[in-house]
C-alpha cells in the first residue's frame, strides 16, 4: 500500500522559508514521478511543483518560480519541497503525490492533477504578512 506523509508546514512570516518534505512507502518509485500540488481556502488544487524519481528531471509554477525548489532523496524515498522568500499568496495547504510510471510522462502531463494516482494527506502552511 503506497503511502505518502508531508511533514514541515507551519507559520511563517513573509520572506521566510520553509522545507516540507513527503516521506513515500508502499512501492518503488523509480519509474515514477512526484509532485507537490497546493490548495488555499475557497480556490482550486494548484501545480506547484514536480520531479521525475529517475534522472530528477524539475518543473515548477510560473508563480514559484525562482523561490522554491523540489528534490528528492533516493535512498531515503523522501521528497523535499524548498520554498524561500514566502509570500502571503503561498498560504495553503500542501499535498504531494505520485505518478505511478510518471517518470516516462510528456511534462505538460505532470503538471495535471489528474495524472497522480496517490495522495498524501497535506500539510498547512501559512505565511503572515
Known amino acids: 500500500q503506497v503511502q505518502l506523509v508531508e511533514s514541515g508546514g507551519g507559520l511563517m512570516q513573509a520572506g521566510g522559508s520553509l522545507r516540507l518534505s513527503c516521506a513515500a512507502s508502499?512501492?518503488?518509485?523509480?519509474?515514477?514521478?512526484m509532485g507537490w500540488f497546493r490548495q488555499a481556502p475557497g480556490k482550486e488544487r494548484e501545480f506547484v511543483a514536480a520531479i521525475r524519481w529517475s534522472g530528477g528531471s524539475t518543473y515548477y509554477a510560473d508563480s514559484v518560480k525562482g523561490r522554491f525548489t523540489i528534490s528528492r532523496d533516493n535512498a531515503k524515498n523522501t521528497m523535499y519541497l524548498q520554498m524561500n522568500s514566502l509570500k502571503p499568496e503561498d498560504t495553503a495547504v500542501y499535498f504531494c503525490?505520485?505518478?505511478?510510471?510518471?517518470?516516462?510522462?510528456?511534462?505538460?502531463?505532470?503538471?495535471?492533477?489528474?495524472?497522480?494516482?496517490?495522495w498524501g494527506q497535506g500539510t498547512q502552511v501559512t505565511v503572515s504578512s
Open positions: 503525490a505520485c505518478a505511478a510510471s510518471g517518470g516516462r510522462s510528456v511534462a505538460y502531463l505532470l503538471l495535471r492533477g489528474n495524472a497522480y494516482n496517490y
Open positions: 508502499g512501492r518503488t518509485f523509480s519509474n515514477d514521478a
